[in-house]
């Protein structure tokens, strides 16, 4: 009884350490929630792409990279990162890439300290507020003709090249 009371409180006090922080990161860094892209968006922009294979792909907040994981998947790319600075969704993510045993390269970072300037496709699936952050960031370190889309955010100050349709939400092509 002792023991199973224990460890009760123990995942109470896992669960409320990881609110605390999320709730601090999402109120006071205006940092995007752990909430996963629907798996028929991931569809639709698979569709859309057509990729050799020798692309370096990028998921910034990658969550448990899930967007990495259906590229991989479907075309076969090797250089893949995923960057991700929350624990709890780092843990999944790293344990779903050992078992199944994918190249993806996870990082467990703030992605505002990942310089991107290897990057060929960028995926986003974050917040407005950070989406004007990355512009910056974006136009800074990117290589000219740098795929960046984005599921639901627009970047403020750019036009997309094209936009495509997920029942309700939106999903934007950048080029850089
Ligand atoms: C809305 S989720 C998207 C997860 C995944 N990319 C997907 O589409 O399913 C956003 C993720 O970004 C992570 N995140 C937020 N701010 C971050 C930052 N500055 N650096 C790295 N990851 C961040 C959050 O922890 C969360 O897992």
Redesign the pocket.
């Known amino acids: 009884m002792f023991y199973f009371l224990f460890l009760v409180l123990l995942v109470l006090l896992v669960v409320l350490a990881f609110t605390s922080v ?1 709730f601090y ?1 999402i109120v006071f ?1 205006g ?7 629907k798996f028929n968006a ?1 569809l639709t922009i698979l569709k859309d792409l057509d990729l050799k294979g020798d692309e370096h792909v990028y ?9 990495l994981r259906a590229i991989e998947q479907k075309f076969g790319n090797k250089k893949l990162t ?5 624990f709890l ?2 843990f999944l993510a790293k344990t779903q890439i050992v078992l199944s045993n994918s190249k993806i390269n996870l990082i467990r ?4 300290k990942v310089s991107l300037n290897d990057a060929d496709i960028i ?5 407005p507020k ?1 989406m004007a952050m990355l512009e910056k960031k974006f136009k800074q370190e990117c290589r000219p003709g740098t795929l960046i889309i984005s ?1 639901h955010f627009r970047i403020p100050n750019m036009e997309p090249e094209r936009v495509l349709k997920e029942e309700k939400n939106n999903i934007y092509f950048y080029r850089i």
């Open positions: 999320q990161n860094r940092f995007a929630p752990f909430i996963s892209t991931v998921e910034l907040g990658a969550g448990k990279a899930g967007f995923g960057v991700e600075y929350s969704p780092y970072k703030d992605m505002f995926y986003c699936f974050l917040m950070m599921y």
